[in-house]
Structure formats: structure tokens, C-alpha cells
């Protein structure tokens, strides 16, 4: 069976640091995409970026831009989301996701379970 | 501010046909045929409904359609059951430095 796994729920303190992580299962890691979506209390999806563990060639939504750092490492079929410094703003759900062909970006039709990450002080 | 705008809700019976809509631009929607329509229910992960504009997964209904026209794409879902109800985004490939868009989402209530 194909799938995410996702790491568990988190509490931090604004300013802390943070790596959250996907494990894959069931195919190559490292032939597909994987992509990280926010979902903030109430709000919608929103695209934060992607890597591809082949060669380790990662992307950026603007709005994430050196916000946040994508990593993965295929020896072991897991990516990372990691904050260097969290906001409170950070607060949300934060989905991993593959797509349904190597090549589909945007198709993602295997996703994690998410990870709910809550920044308060 | 969302890349894609879609409609905030609609709304239908049970039985019935609704359309709902995804609007973007010659940069993303118009410009490949690389969008794609997710269902979240609150709680769960987003669910794959269409891709490539009008390929469905496997397991999904053929109740569930889509189609695009220009710039903006759409999602049909016939004989609405109360499952349904969720809410449901556009996603789109987009050139440039975002590679990809979603919509703001659009809320479904079946009647």
C-alpha cells in the first residue's frame, strides 16, 4: 500500500525551532514529488513547496519563501518541513502529499495524515 | 488573496446537478491542461477528484466531472448525495516561480 506518514502533533513556544516529518511507503521515494500544504484554523489550502528526493531539487511558494525549510532524505523515504524560528502565525495543519503520476504536479492523490503544529506562548 | 478564485459556497438537493467554478489565468488554468479538484471534509486529508482537468482516480465517482473553458475551469457533481457536503479547491500548475496555485475553496451544502 502506498502512503504518507506524517510525524505527530506539536506545541512550541514563538521563536522555537521545528522539523516535521513524511515518511513514504510502498513505492520510490525518490521518482515523485513531494509537496507540503498549509491549512491555517479556519482558512483554506495553501501551497508551500516541494522536493524531489531524487536530486534533492526543492521549490518555494513566494509566500514561503525562506520562511520555512524543505529537505529530504531518500535513504530513509522521509521529507522534513522545518522552521528555524516559529510565529504564532504558524499555527495550522500541514499536509504532505505525492502526486498521482511522477510527473502531475499539483495532482496529488496520496496525502499524510497531517500534522497539526500550534505556536503559543 | 488567492491565486485561483472560486465561489465561497454553493449550494444544491439531493439529486441534483451543481457546477462551481475556478477562475485563474493564461499562467495557470488557461495556459495548461494541469488542474486538478480536491474534497476536504473537515478533519480528514484532501481528496484527489479530478486531475489533468477531466481524469478521475480510480475508486472516485463518475458522478464527479470537470471540464475547462479559457481561463477558468469547473467541477460538476450529478445526482448530489449528502456525502458530498464538503468543501472543494481548484489546484492548478503555474509557470513561473510558484509551480503551483490552489483556489480559496468553495463550501458545498446539500440541502
Known amino acids: 500500500e502506498v502512503q504518507l506518514v506524517q510525524s505527530g502533533a506539536e506545541i512550541k513556544k514563538p521563536g522555537e525551532s521545528l522539523k516535521i516529518s513524511c515518511k513514504g511507503s510502498g513505492y520510490t521515494f525518490a521518482r515523485y514529488w513531494i509537496g507540503w500544504v498549509r491549512q491555517m484554523p479556519g482558512k483554506g489550502l495553501e501551497w508551500m513547496g516541494m522536493?524531489?528526493?531524487?536530486?534533492?531539487?526543492?521549490r518555494y511558494s513566494p509566500s514561503f519563501q525562506g520562511q520555512v525549510t524543505i529537505s529530504a532524505d531518500k535513504s530513509i523515504s522521509t521529507a522534513y518541513l522545518q522552521w528555524s524560528s516559529l510565529k504564532a502565525s504558524g499555527t495550522a495543519i500541514y499536509f504532505c502529499?505525492?502526486?498521482?503520476?511522477?510527473?502531475?504536479?499539483?495532482?496529488?492523490?496520496?496525502w499524510g495524515q497531517g500534522t497539526m503544529v500550534t505556536v503559543s506562548s | 488573496q488567492s491565486a485561483l478564485t472560486q465561489p465561497a459556497s454553493v449550494a444544491g438537493s439531493p439529486g441534483q446537478s451543481i457546477t462551481m467554478s475556478c477562475t485563474g489565468t493564461?499562467?495557470?488554468?488557461?495556459?495548461?491542461?494541469?488542474v486538478s479538484w480536491y474534497q476536504k471534509h473537515p478533519g480528514k486529508a484532501p481528496k484527489l477528484m479530478i486531475y489533468e482537468v477531466t481524469k478521475r482516480p480510480s475508486g472516485v465517482s463518475n458522478r464527479f466531472s470537470g471540464s475547462k473553458s479559457g481561463n477558468t475551469a469547473s467541477l460538476t457533481i450529478s445526482g448530489l448525495q449528502a456525502e458530498d457536503e464538503a468543501d472543494y479547491y481548484c489546484c492548478s500548475y503555474a509557470a513561473g516561480s510558484t509551480d503551483v496555485v490552489f483556489g480559496g475553496g468553495t463550501k458545498l451544502t446539500v440541502l
Open positions: 502529499a505525492r502526486p498521482i503520476v511522477a510527473a502531475a504536479l499539483g495532482a496529488f492523490d496520496i
Open positions: 493564461s499562467s495557470n488554468v488557461g495556459g495548461y491542461n494541469l
Open positions: 522536493i524531489y528526493p531524487g536530486d534533492s531539487d526543492t
